[in-house]
């Protein structure tokens, strides 16, 4: 259609397609990303589709048919797109329609029709069923024919899974503009508010999603992300949480009713217990305690009992840790400290979990920010972090060809060469043993750069000195004797003062110098503005001047000898 | 990015420090790693635009920078300048009828293209400038004759009825459709197309077609000229109207004036219908498309018929050789059968030659074995019963089992194998009920 292809006639939506759970978001006219709600009004719109007679449910109402319809309801399938049959895992599918191997793909054998035959689908099939029902939701919602979306998609999810993705929301009517990957959409979504400041930080984003948790490292830099290490897990996942509830209540069920048998142990029982334990699991998020309440649990046998909170996390405790230290690992893993990570975001429908969000808050100093509903009130829903970034990024590339688009996502923009040091300046001395270090320009920063620091002068005026130099970051263990800690500029020393504990701070210590400036004559009081300018050559520009007055020094720095191969 | 506020205060630079222009070079930075950033967010997009253009970051402020302005630039800027003709300036505001309002105006290149937005625009630039206060504050004269004729053509042209009046005369909008000579250099369509976008600012019908090229569909020609040819004008002759004498007195004088006016317009009406239909005609002659298409047709036509009468000259070709193929066929047929009747009858002689000599074996043989009679001369009956029952198998047996027989007797010459193999084959044929037990005494 010439129409899709056309930018002025685009109506572009962002979409987060998860395996439990999809949800669909614009933006507004006031450059406010909004998730749109679907005809049942859910926001989290489950990945879920069944067919009961010839009819297709999608969504909620395609998830309460997991307990009568099991053979016809297709869950869990986002993952097997653009996969062959032996390297998928059907686990997650157990309590709904099967993967089987369809040709070179995956298919289920469904009745998806009126007639009482089997059809094979296959999971392209589905995904494009999917989509299209988003498509359909998003254009009533917005009044207008949707036609084009950005898609968010793990870190992790190789090209020919994008192909497959690619071609089956064509086939639902959906021009893909651009696939961005979920965790960059979740640090998209938190700097786009209008609150938010330009800052050069490491950020985690840590999604805890229905079947899979992926926690990716980010360098945010001046607004421009570089992924530094990415994490995925498939056994500390929502479905365990679900997993200790559902054991608890079958525990309390048999207790209860000897006679009945364990519900576990019947599919059909086992489906009501998963459904109900799910949204036992969401009200632990929001109250303190709920209510688990199911008809006919097993051989007719209605159950009711109702668990606290605190019960709920004693039980899951052990996956709570587990869930730290996966975010403890992707930084490890990115050769950083927990001090150096400057946030956290909690991301996929998990986080809501309170405990969750406290053990992460342990593990990490008090100086990173986690950002969950629980820790922090200004938090976003984290089930709407990803598509909130689509929609964004939607919004922003929208009057794009794709051409464009395509020219300004090739290897050739986005491979970059980055800084292997921190760059910064000396303070209080010139002498590298005793001056403070203080970071102008980041390590992990993307070339070119450019970077401006106000500085304050010796409180007399006069001539002072501006010695640039490269910087390592030290971790400084300090012994619980107390002693005169070297006065650092960073802001993480502040949790220092608890006593028997071991303190970790984070220090910076001189590599190399880099320059030496001067600037004599400097008025009592005044400022100096240093700007750093990093070429993609390494080629350090710098410009020293006094706040207001003329003149100044300006110095070029030649990038190393051995010419690297960087890109222009 | 927001500057990095630091507090701490730079060192106080040592004694003796000195540097070339204050700034002494040390080191280099450490090798950068490759990485691939995320293409994801409006500093992305701006990171994308330096590099694709190659831009520095304040070359990239610089161009973002200008870029805005130009967008309030353009709002307030319009190309509502032109020079003024000294001799319009010079206009009496009483024959306002015979002035060229977009002229005074100074929007002569836009005419009837011209939005009332622009309009409005430009009447405010002219009055700024030709407001009779301010020439008399400038010590001028009183003259506020230009001043008038602004406010009469904005007048005019602010008010649609009127505008399209004068728009309907307004002769510096016309094309005068070109020669016949001009036309015939293959400027056709750039020449002719001028002029029916002029024509077609009368259409009452929107869009107008445009005259296209040589690469036009036939349909969108064919399209065109029926659109000029039933062409819906509102072009009226009003504005050339004589003036209505305003007077109750002579009311006699007022209908006739208006009567000629009526005369007038409709006449000229006609005229002008007259002249676009002749206009259409003379483009219509001159266009090399209708030719063409005409040529096509006739090709299409002629190509259809040939390719007819290639399909019937070939469908006789055909039969003639499927024919002759047949006959052919047939002839081989006949030759083959021939052939094999010949083979055939060699054969059965052959196989009868080989019966023959098969049968003089068997016979041999029994004679080889005395007859079945053990040592010492067989009697006559014996011989007799033996030959007998020989020939009997020998009549039961066809060629090839007598072959077989032939070749199982071959070599012997001792009596009691021979007799075996008689025994064995009488055996044989007993059991495959072709002799009857007991037949062949002499084998017993």
């Not at chain 2, 630039?125 to 602004?150: M, N, R, S, W, Y």
């Not at chain 2, 070109?178 to 750039?190: D, E, L, M, R």
């Not at chain 2, 094999?340 to 074995?369: F, I, L, T, W, Y």
Request: glycine share 6%.
């Amino acid at each position: 259609m010439s129409a899709e292809a056309d930018p002025t006639q685009r109506v572009a939506i962002g979409i987060s397609f998860g395996n439990s759970y999809s949800s669909i978001a614009f933006t507004s006219a006031e450059g406010k990303a909004e998730v749109i709600a679907n005809e049942d009004g859910d926001r989290q719109i489950p990945s879920i589709l069944s067919y009961v007679g010839g009819e297709e449910l999608h969504a909620g109402q395609a998830k309460g048919q997991l307990v009568r319809n099991t053979k016809n309801t297709v869950a869990y399938f986002r993952d097997f797109l653009g996969q062959d049959f032996k390297s998928i895992d059907p686990t997650p599918c157990h309590q709904s329609a099967h993967p089987i191997q369809h040709e070179s793909t995956i298919g289920f054998k469904i009745q998806d029709s009126a007639e009482e035959t089997e059809n094979t689908v296959t999971v392209s099939e589905i995904t494009t069923r999917h989509l299209k029902r988003l498509r359909i939701s998003a254009s009533d919602y917005l009044g207008k024919n949707v036609n084009a979306a950005v898609i968010t998609v793990p870190t992790n999810f190789a090209d020919a899974q994008k192909d497959a993705l690619n071609k089956a929301a064509k086939e639902a009517g959906l021009e893909v503009l651009q696939f961005i990957s979920e965790p960059v959409a979740a640090v998209l979504a938190y700097d786009a508010r209008p609150e938010a400041k330009l800052a050069d930080k490491v950020v985690v984003v840590a999604d805890l999603g229905g079947i899979r948790s992926d926690i990716a490292v980010i360098a945010s830099r001046g607004g421009i992300y570089t992924v530094l290490a990415t994490h995925h897990d498939y056994e500390v996942s929502g479905s365990v949480l679900d997993q200790a509830l559902m054991d608890h209540f079958a525990k309390e069920f048999i207790k209860k009713h000897k006679s009945a048998g364990d519900p576990r142990e019947n599919d059909r029982s086992l489906a009501k217990l998963k459904l109900e334990c799910e949204a036992v699991k969401k009200a632990l998020s929001i109250g303190t305690s709920a209510n688990f309440s199911v008809e006919s649990l097993a051989n007719g046998v209605d159950f009711q009992a109702t668990i606290n909170r605190s019960r709920y996390e004693i039980l899951a405790s052990k996956n709570f840790a587990a869930f730290a230290r996966l975010v403890t690992h992707a930084v490890e893993k990115a050769n950083l400290d927990p001090l150096d990570v400057s946030e956290i975001i909690l991301g996929g429908g998990n986080s809501h979990t309170p405990k969750v969000a406290s053990a992460v808050r342990n593990l990490f100093p008090e100086s990173t920010i986690v950002l969950a509903p629980s820790t922090s009130s200004t938090a976003i829903n984290p089930s709407e972090l990803s598509v909130r970034g689509a929609a964004i990024q939607a919004s922003l590339i929208q009057e794009f060809e794709l051409e464009d688009i395509e020219q300004s996502t090739h290897p050739a923009v986005t491979v970059t060469p980055h800084t292997a040091k921190a760059v910064g300046i000396l303070l209080i001395s010139g002498d590298e043993g005793t001056a403070v270090f203080h970071t102008i320009v980041d390590a992990e920063t993307p070339l070119p750069v450019r970077r401006t620091a106000i500085i304050a002068t010796p409180r007399e005026g006069g001539n002072v000195l501006l010695k640039l130099a490269e910087g390592l970051r030290h971790i400084k263990i300090t012994k619980p004797e107390p002693r005169v800690r070297e006065p650092s500029s960073d802001d993480e020393d502040d949790e220092s003062e608890e006593e028997e504990e071991e303190v970790r701070e984070k220090t910076w210590k001189v590599d190399a110098v880099l320059s030496e400036a001067a600037l004599k004559g400097v008025k009592k009081g005044a400022k100096i503005e240093v700007q750093i300018n990093i070429g993609h050559d390494l080629t350090v520009n710098a410009i020293f001047r006094e706040v207001g007055g003329k003149g100044g020094v300006r110095g070029i720095l030649q990038g190393p000898k051995v010419t690297q191969n960087g890109s222009a | 990015m927001a500057a990095v506020q630091i507090s701490l205060p730079l060192p106080v630079l040592p004694e003796g420090w000195s540097g070339e222009k204050d700034f002494k070079p040390i080191g280099h930075l450490s090798h950068a790693t490759d990485r691939n950033i995320e293409p994801v967010g409006p500093h992305f997009l701006a990171h994308a635009r330096r590099k694709r253009h190659k831009r520095t970051f304040s070359e990239d402020d610089r161009i973002q920078a200008q870029a805005n302005v130009k967008k309030v630039e353009d709002d307030d800027s319009d190309d509502i300048s032109e020079p003024e003709d000294p001799v319009l300036l010079q206009r009496e505001a009483k024959d306002w009828k015979a002035q060229d309002h977009y002229a005074v105006l100074g929007i002569t290149r836009y005419r009837y293209r011209a939005t009332e937005d622009q309009i409005k625009r430009a009447h405010r630039k002219k009055v700024l400038k030709h407001h009779p206060d301010k020439k008399a504050a400038a010590g001028g004269t009183e003259d506020d004759q230009f001043f008038k004729c602004i406010q009469k053509a904005t007048e005019v042209l602010l008010d649609p009825v009127k505008r399209r009046q004068y728009d309907s005369v307004d002769e510096a909008a016309e094309v005068e459709p070109p020669s016949k000579k001009a036309t015939q250099k293959g400027n056709f369509y750039k020449l002719w197309g001028k002029v029916f976008e002029a024509e077609g600012r009368f259409s009452k019908n929107t869009p107008v077609p445009k005259l296209g090229n040589e690469k036009s569909t036939k349909q969108d020609v064919e399209h065109f000229y029926n659109f000029w040819y039933t062409f819906d004008s509102w072009r009226t002759f009003e504005y050339l109207d004589e003036d209505v004498p305003d007077d109750n007195e002579n009311r006699d004088q007022k209908r006739h004036v208006e009567r000629k006016n009526a005369n007038a317009r409709r006449k000229k009406k006609t005229e002008d219908t007259a002249r676009l239909r002749k206009l259409v005609d003379d483009a219509l002659a001159l266009d090399e498309r209708i030719k063409l298409f005409r040529q096509q047709e006739n090709a299409q036509k002629n190509k259809r018929k040939n390719e007819k009468e290639a399909e019937l000259k070939r469908a006789a070709e055909e039969a003639a050789k499927a024919k002759e193929d047949e006959a052919k066929l047939k002839a081989e047929q006949e030759a083959a059968e021939k052939a094999q009747k010949a083979d055939s009858k060699k054969a059965k002689e052959a196989a009868k030659n080989a019966a023959k000599k098969n049968k003089r074996v068997v016979r041999a043989a029994v004679k080889d074995a005395n007859y079945f009679h053990g040592a010492g001369d067989a009697s006559a009956a014996e011989i007799d019963s033996s030959l007998n029952d020989v020939d009997l198998i020998i009549t039961k047996i066809d060629n090839e089992e007598l072959a077989a027989l032939t070749a199982k007797l071959n070599g012997k010459k001792d009596g009691a194998a021979i007799k075996q193999v008689f025994q064995e084959e009488a055996a044989r044929l007993v059991g495959e009920g072709k002799l009857k037990a007991g037949e062949t005494k002499s084998l017993g």
